[in-house]
């Protein structure tokens, strides 16, 4: 009777041992997966401080184009008007007149023009941007892949293909724990 009892109390030992053999595990498979969305929440609040970034350069650039077209405008209108300057000859006689331009707009109606027409262009702008990101997103992102299967690094990649720094090293942390 006491090899039975003594069979059992192994049998029970063994099944505590593998229990709490497996309780750790699936702690630490718990604490595997908290990393991972950590490290994905880390990634996407980098990946977007760094677009926020490149939307405020994007800001600054379009201020200095503005700030340029402004620029040329009030030139064309200075070479506007000295190009109403005419010269007449009349029987021998020269007469220099300094006309305005014909006022057929005034300066809201062209500045409304011009707006409207900015608009138009940079809606056509987004709409191909848009239609460019959609075709070519699986390539790009099956260049981004090639080119770190070929052994160049996430920096390096990035500049080739002319993205970020972080939008490289999304595509290539996502796609490796798909493949994991």
């Known amino acids: 009777m ?3 009892y003594l069979v059992l109390h192994g049998i029970a030992l063994f099944a505590i041992f593998w229990l709490f053999i497996q309780l750790r595990q699936s702690n630490e498979s718990e604490k595997q997966s908290e990393q991972r969305v950590q490290e994905i929440e880390d990634l996407f609040n980098s990946y977007l401080l760094e677009i926020k970034d490149e939307n405020k350069k994007l800001i600054e650039q379009l201020s200095k184009v503005e700030r340029t077209n402004q620029y040329s405008s009030t030139t ?5 008007q000295s190009s109403y300057n ?4 009349n029987h021998g006689k020269s007469f ?3 006309t305005a331009p014909e006022d057929e707009y005034d300066a809201f109606d062209l500045e409304h023009v011009i ?3 900015e608009d138009q262009l940079e809606l056509s702008t987004k709409k191909q941007m848009a239609h460019e990101q959609r075709s070519s997103q699986p ?3 099956n260049q981004v892949l ?4 070929k052994g160049y690094s996430i920096e390096t990649t990035a500049k080739k293909l002319n993205m970020g720094y972080t939008e490289v090293e999304l595509i290539v942390k996502f796609n490796h724990k798909m493949t994991i």
């Open 146 to 149: 090639d080119l770190i299967k």
């Open 139 to 141: 390539s790009m992102q």
């Open 76 to 80: 064309n209108n200075d070479q506007e």
């Open 2 to 4: 006491e090899i039975i």
């Open 96 to 98: 220099d007149y300094t």
């Open 115 to 117: 707006s409207e027409q």
């Open 86 to 89: 005419i010269s007449v000859e």
